[in-house]
């Protein structure tokens, strides 16, 4: 499970068993079992929660220490997943909604500084080049130069995609992909957040797509793999799944020439461009229409 830096995407906390290889160029603080377990034994009243948190003491600082504002029954269906009963989810999701509310974050850094190992980058004799878009023009003229790969999540696989001549486009550093605005009409949704935002977004509005991504992902690739990722190599089953909770899909995507522009969805993505030059835009973010109720 991996939880990004507030300061930088290249310093996040991987809470972990297993050697994380997702990106290359990926450096961190990894945070084991045993040192889950030491730090969120220093929690208030953790002491009576200890036959709980030796099942799931990953799952439980990962929720202890991500930023996102988590339900209860959030939290509660997410144990069970990992392996917990009914009882035993529901008293240590109610723990851990509690004790966020009283986190000390200067002194939970401090704690897993002095816990964590430093994740060192491996050696290779030859790295690709990271390209950081200065603002969205720039990102698009990036985008289509040849050898150039687009990353919307910072440790998104990379499929066998890579070679040593090929760019690494990272689109995450745009403000653009990372939109995250629900109304009562609509859901924008950036291509670069995680899926594990996405899913606690989505849990009420989007059921089907929630589901599905439970399906078709572990508790660990949630943390780090992009909506992004999931709709460029599941795009048809992804649709699908969308299409069952909303009454329209839209694209948005970003043109040096025509600027913004919107287009529905189908079921088929070749299907979805009016014309091959409207559809040679730089995809950002989802825009999906509400189903409309009426008494």
Known sequence: MLIPGTTSINFPILITNHTFDAHLSASGKILTKASALELL???????????????????????????QPLSIPFMEEWFIESGLNEQAAHALSEFIFWSRLDRDDEEMEQLVNGLAMLRELPTLQQRPEYITPSDITHAFRL???????RLYGSFDPFDNRLNATHKILQLEL????????????????????????VMVAASGPLPTLNEWLKQ?????????????????????????????????????????????????LHRNWNN??????RFSGLPLFLLLNKPQFTN
Request: proline share 4%; charged share 15%; net charge negative.
């Open 41 to 67: 034994a220093s929690l208030e009243n953790a002491d009576k929660y200890n036959s709980i948190l030796i099942q799931a003491p990953l799952l439980a600082l990962f929720f202890y220490l991500i930023q």
């Open 143 to 149: 985008a289509f130069v040849p050898d150039t790969i």
């Open 174 to 197: 745009l403000n653009e992909t990372n939109y995250l605005i629900e109304d009562e009409a609509h859901l924008l949704l950036g291509l670069s957040l995680p899926l594990f935002t």
């Open 216 to 264: 078709h992902t572990s508790i660990a690739e949630r943390t780090h793999r992009s909506l992004g990722y999931m709709t460029e190599y599941f795009y048809s089953e992804c649709f699908e799944a969308l299409n069952k909770d909303v009454a329209l899909v839209n694209l948005v995507s970003y043109n040096q020439e025509s600027g913004f522009f919107q287009q529905p």
């Open 272 to 277: 979805s461009a009016d014309s091959g030059d």
